[in-house]
């Protein structure tokens, strides 16, 4: 089975409180660390990427993103998915080579720009586009920003997650959901339902796995832990 193949059977029939857990690393050591733990996978945090490379988040060049993707995909052995923020204006077909030479076997791809939603259909037919020059070579993990720049509103999220699933998503991503809406959720979404969790903070993984998350990633949560845990460390110095 290839890397790609191997990465959509983890995010199959899992059971309620065992959601897929992808811890989110910044760059090649990082990843060894995630990856020698015993982690399956590992999924990129665009924010932690940036920070990581001296970058706000959002203003890291697609170059550089890919290629410290590239780095972090040759140092392990297991999948990796790749944040690439919104496609960076590609086309979907470049953008697929792209993520492919990084040796990344998924993607996330936010549904926002500029701190505004996009139109939800046009964004269907761009996903739609990047699964018709993937194929199965790239497990697609459609985010739903609804939470961070919508009106919150639970069923606008599910109507999105509904066109996007349409369009060829594997998963749905609705970022900052709150916890108390993830039953809605799940009972509205039909395929995998990705949910960012804290790192040492609020609900386990387990409990987000109960309330009907598929997958579990963290965002930038692992890179600012380690940051701060540095910074103490040189506070001591």
Request: glycine share 12%.
């Amino acid at each position: 089975m290839t890397k790609a193949g191997t990465f959509r059977a983890l995010h199959d029939r899992r059971a309620p409180g065992d959601p897929l857990v992808l811890p989110g690393p910044w760059d090649a050591a990082s990843a060894r660390v995630f990856a020698e733990a015993g982690f399956p996978a590992l999924a990129t945090p665009s924010a932690a990427v940036a920070a990581s490379l001296g970058y706000a988040d959002g203003r890291t060049p697609p170059g550089e993103m890919f290629a410290a993707v590239a780095r972090i995909a040759r140092a392990v052995d297991v999948p990796v998915s790749a944040d690439v923020e919104g496609g960076y204006g590609l086309a979907p077909k470049e953008l697929v080579e792209r993520l492919l030479e990084a040796g990344a076997v998924g993607c996330n791809l936010e549904d926002s720009a500029q701190g505004r939603l996009k139109d939800p259909h046009e964004h269907a037919e761009f996903l739609a586009e990047v699964r018709a020059a993937a194929g199965e070579r790239l497990f697609l993990n459609a985010r739903v920003d609804t939470f961070v720049h919508g009106d919150g509103d639970p069923e606008r999220a599910i109507e999105r997650a509904a066109l996007y699933r349409a369009a060829g998503a594997d998963c749905v991503y609705p970022i900052l959901a709150p916890v108390g809406v993830l039953p809605l959720l799940r009972a509205g979404i039909e395929g995998p339902l990705n949910v960012l969790a804290g790192v040492g903070e609020g609900p386990t993984p387990a409990e987000l796995g109960e309330r009907g998350a598929t997958r579990i990633t963290f965002g930038p949560g692992w890179q600012r832990r380690a940051t701060r845990a540095l910074e103490e460390i040189a506070r001591t110095i």
